[in-house]
């Protein structure tokens, strides 16, 4: 066997079953031995963005490492955006990367470059193979450490020659080395419990801050009895990558985005209690505002730190702070559909909410159109939302490919603001390919609209036009059906509630991709 054909056997014995890939040159034997090895489904992705987002968007929906392969440094350096978004959600994901031959590297042909480096920025492991015999055991590494709690992107790169040498072995060790959450130690549990006991003066609070694997059911629910026992608040971390939520689930909302609305939630916070997530920051720094909407001297205490066991920890600490207690779950409730007239953001996300289905996953890249998206779909139907983790746009398209790929017998939803889709706007073309059940909606307000709100907030003098066409997405104004369709998407625009709700209702109705531009753009 050569050192590609183990490796990619080694990869399905360790669980890797898919890999998203843009493959060059270097990569050719990788890419044939996916012929060889027919349990390692094989996705193209016509940009690396693609790739790395749907591997993103698998990882957070399986909980298991999809593979990745892209071209040398400039392969990785397109998908490196992504990649940062799922350093940033934990995801497990394993970036293999092909590079040119060991003994050519010093040719410095025109694809050198220092492909470590990249893998770095965005790596917590990063190994680069150096004879064929020896890939499948740096295989296994590779997935070890994309599992290591709380999961983290790994990168495996694959010199050309390593690939092509004959003489390799697949390689899968019994037990496979995984690493368990942390267990939080039961005096870390005795001193949340004091801490919860000391907080409880007039006009002073208690917030739990859920993040991570504190974001899904069973860790949401034993923090929802802490919070009936103790009176303290539980919210969500700004950005979560999986939050399940909906009908049936105790509601929690996340952090604001805004800092001085975070600072406003927190408010009346004086103990701050972290449970997978990590101490709220500003996501940017303006003049004159703080960078944490954290009050002065509130105290902040680490229950559980990411790759800590959070579910378990939180278990604990409701059986000690709240033993009878039970939680407080979402009542079911739908908005109605708005009356016929214009469509915008406030009444397209209504419509959303009125029509989301059961077990639904829902990339959310809406930006400032999903503004009402959590008020109309928190009685919902239990549904996944995983969110822009990282903040580099260009995420939703790809995240959802990932999640369909990963969860075929659910209905997935991509929400995207108008400049965020077209990054990544390719990822179309993989659904359709893949025939995959993903209904798109484009806000299509024609702007980069937080943008907009972001020149006042940073107070940047604006003296011209150039400024505000920066912002600006028409003139030429995107044609998102004919995009679509360009790729095997069939499409349709909305410009009223009534269009829009007929489009959305078909579209989730029958299998396999659609896609629908909802004109919200201001009229008059
Ligand atoms: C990779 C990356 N490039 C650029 C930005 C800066 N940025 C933040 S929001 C934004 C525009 C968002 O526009 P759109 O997706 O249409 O959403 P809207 O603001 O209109 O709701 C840009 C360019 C970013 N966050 N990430």
Redesign the pocket.
């Known amino acids: 066997m050569n050192g590609a054909q183990a490796v990619v056997q080694t990869l399905v014995g360790c669980g890797v079953t898919t890999c998203f890939a843009n493959p060059g040159t270097s990569e050719m034997h990788f890419v044939a031995a996916l012929d060889a090895v027919p349990e390692m489904r094989g996705v193209l992705c016509l940009f690396e963005g693609v790739a790395t987002g749907a591997a993103d968007g698998y990882g957070r929906m399986t909980g298991t490492p999809a593979a990745t392969l892209l071209h040398l440094g400039p392969g990785l350096a397109n998908g490196l955006?992504n990649l940062h978004n799922a350093r940033r959600g934990h995801t497990p994901l394993l970036a293999v990367v092909g590079d040119h031959a060991t003994y050519h590297k010093r040719f410095d042909a025109p694809l050198e470059s220092d492909v470590d480096a990249l893998a770095w920025s965005v790596s917590g492991w990063v190994r680069r193979s150096a004879r064929s015999e020896d890939a499948p055991a740096d295989a296994v590494d590779a997935v070890a450490a994309a599992l290591r709690p709380p999961g983290q992107v790994a990168t495996l790169i694959l010199p050309a020659d390593v690939t092509w040498t004959d003489g390799a072995e697949p390689y899968v060790p019994r037990p496979f080395p995984l690493r368990r959450p942390s267990p939080v130690p039961d005096e870390q549990i005795a001193r949340t419990v004091d801490a919860l006991r000391g907080v409880g003066d007039a006009g002073r609070r208690t917030t739990i801050l859920l993040g991570g694997a504190g974001l899904r059911r069973p860790a949401i629910e034993a923090a929802s009895r802490i919070a009936a026992r103790t009176g303290a608040r539980v919210l969500a971390e700004t950005f979560p990558a999986r939050h399940e939520r909906g009908a049936g689930i105790p509601n929690v909302d996340r952090l604001a985005y805004l800092v001085e609305f975070a600072a406003h939630q927190l408010a009346d916070t004086s103990l701050l209690i972290l449970a997978g997530a990590s101490w709220p920051v500003s996501f940017f720094a303006y003049p004159g505002k703080p960078s944490t909407p954290l009050l002065p001297g509130a105290q902040v205490h680490v229950l559980a730190e990411p790759g800590d066991d959070v579910p378990g920890a939180l278990a604990a600490l409701a059986d000690l702070a709240a033993p009878d207690a039970a939680p407080s779950v979402q009542a079911a409730s739908r908005p109605d559909l708005p009356a016929d007239g214009e469509l915008t953001a406030e009444s397209a996300d209504t419509i959303i909410g009125a029509l989301l289905p059961e077990g639904a996953i829902v990339s959310d890249?809406?930006?400032?159109?999903g503004l009402w998206l959590p008020g109309a779909t928190v009685g919902a139907p239990p549904h996944d939302w995983l969110s822009l983790t990282g903040?580099?746009?260009?995420q939703g398209l790809p995240l959802a490919t990932g999640a369909a790929i990963a969860c075929p017998d659910r209905p997935v939803l991509a929400l995207e603001?108008?400049?965020?889709?077209m990054?990544t706007a390719s990822a179309l073309w993989t659904h359709a390919r893949e025939g995959l059940d993903i209904t798109t909606v484009i806000?299509s307000?024609r702007?980069?609209?937080?943008?907009n709100m972001e020149l006042e907030r940073t107070g940047a003098p604006v003296t011209g036009t150039t400024a505000r066409d920066l912002l600006d997405?028409s003139r030429p104004d995107i044609d998102f059906t004919a995009l679509a369709a360009s790729m095997g998407v069939p499409a349709t625009r909305a410009t009223t509630t009534a269009e829009f709700a007929s489009q959305l209702g078909r579209a989730l109705a029958e299998p396999g991709p659609h896609l629908i531009e909802a004109d919200v753009s201001p009229r008059g």
């Open positions: 955006a890249e809406a930006n400032t159109s903040g580099a746009i260009g603001a108008d400049g965020s889709a990054y806000y307000n702007a980069y609209a937080i943008l997405l």
